[in-house]
């Protein structure tokens, strides 16, 4: 950037991550996106999970290697578990949601922030049941990224 950002009530600035790792256990993270709703596309929507330890998510099965549990924070119409499921062979995160889905066709772009660090970029929305969002690890990205902000 030319000049640095303003930052402010409205305006902050997020991290690039350091590790290959997924959120640990505990992690608090958050959603953004213009997706579709019934009530407007021009309205910046966000949601807050948390990554939670298998035995606090027993309704899930946590049978797959890599997958952990994350649940909504904000307690409204869509509280069934979000599960989280890091293939780091590919690069991405699958977060795989319930119906009345957290995100929504239009979210692609939006950024997956946990703790202040971007951790992936929505690139596929789950709209109905057992359908995975998929994030590519900003990660993987970082060095990429640092590139082209440097020219």
Do not use: M
């Amino acid at each position: 950037l030319k000049a640095p950002i303003q930052t402010g009530k409205d305006i902050g600035v997020v991290g690039l991550p350091k590790v290959l790792t997924p959120p640990p256990y505990g992690t608090r993270c958050f959603f953004l996106g213009w997706g579709y709703s019934e009530s407007s596309k021009t309205v910046l929507r966000w949601t807050k999970f948390k990554i939670l330890k298998p035995e606090q998510c027993p309704e899930v099965d946590l049978r797959v290697e890599g997958e952990i549990c994350a649940r909504d924070s904000k307690k409204i119409s869509y509280t069934a578990p979000v599960t989280v499921q890091s293939i780091f062979n590919y690069r991405f995160l699958h977060i795989t949601c319930d119906p009345g889905s957290i995100f929504s066709k239009g979210d692609s772009g939006g950024p997956l922030v946990c703790n202040g660090i971007v951790t992936g970029i929505l690139q596929i929305g789950a709209n109905v049941a057992n359908h995975a969002a998929t994030f590519p690890l900003v990660s993987h990205y970082v060095t990429f990224i640092e590139e082209a902000c440097a020219d």
